[in-house]
């Protein structure tokens, strides 16, 4: 039973360069949600969908970042142009119904250097 | 803003101590679940229970709810190595979000 898969695992890239995080929810799952977790501020709620449609980005930081989801088993995340502030994991995690656990990838690590 | 704050912040015992964790909340909410990541991992979910249950266990797992006091714990009985990790709690809260709020969590070192 595969999991929610996230890509790449680790990212390492210059200052103004655009970066693509991917995100392949659990099928059946009509949720899909976008974190970022660092030391300072824990873990943050970035954007999330339901059944491909965004209902919520009002924790995206700026116009910097955006987000998609073209069909039920993929979505991205995308930073152009990124910033060494931008550097978290990246978290990507969905849910079958309202209230109910979430399924959590393991991640992206980005750095910007 | 965090809805859920755990403490202790870190906390270290010996394999086979218990280990208890809070988590304090600000708002009405519908559950409250907690979650365990690993290190390099993603946040794996434990146990949820709702506003109106009192205590919940799921093998060696306990939490119990205090909506008067808007608190929660985790207990941990008989830790293992394996249970070293950082606990979340994160809220539902009440009007029917989507959105789970998390804690910054609690870092639990057991030692051998």
């Known amino acids: 039973d595969a999991g929610v898969i996230q890509s790449p695992r680790h990212e390492v890239t210059e200052m103004g360069q655009e970066v693509t995080l991917r995100c392949k929810p659990i099928s059946g799952h009509d949720y899909l949600f976008w974190y970022r977790q660092t030391m300072m501020r824990g873990l943050e709620l970035l954007i999330y969908f339901n059944n491909n449609v965004p209902i919520d980005d009002s924790g995206m930081p700026e116009d910097r970042f955006s987000a998609k989801m073209p069909n039920a088993s993929f979505s991205t995340l995308k930073i152009q142009p990124s910033e060494p502030r931008d550097s978290a994991v990246y978290f990507c995690a969905s849910s079958s119904l309202l209230g109910q656990p979430q399924h959590f990838g393991d991640g992206t690590r980005l750095s910007i250097l | 803003s965090q809805q859920g704050e755990e403490d202790p912040q870190a906390l270290s015992i010996q394999e086979g101590e218990n280990a208890t964790m809070n988590c304090s909340y600000k708002t009405s909410i519908n559950n409250l679940q907690w979650y365990r990541q690993n290190s390099g991992r993603g946040l794996v979910h434990l146990i949820l229970?709702?506003?109106?249950?009192r205590e919940k266990h799921s093998g060696r797992l306990r939490v119990t709810l205090d909506t008067s006091k808007k608190s929660s714990s985790l207990l941990i009985t008989a830790s293992r190595a394996a249970d070293t990790a950082s606990y979340f709690c994160a809220t539902g809260m009440r009007g029917g979000s989507e959105k789970l709020v998390f804690g910054k969590g609690t870092k639990l070192t057991v030692n051998p």
């Open positions: 229970i709702r506003s109106n249950e």
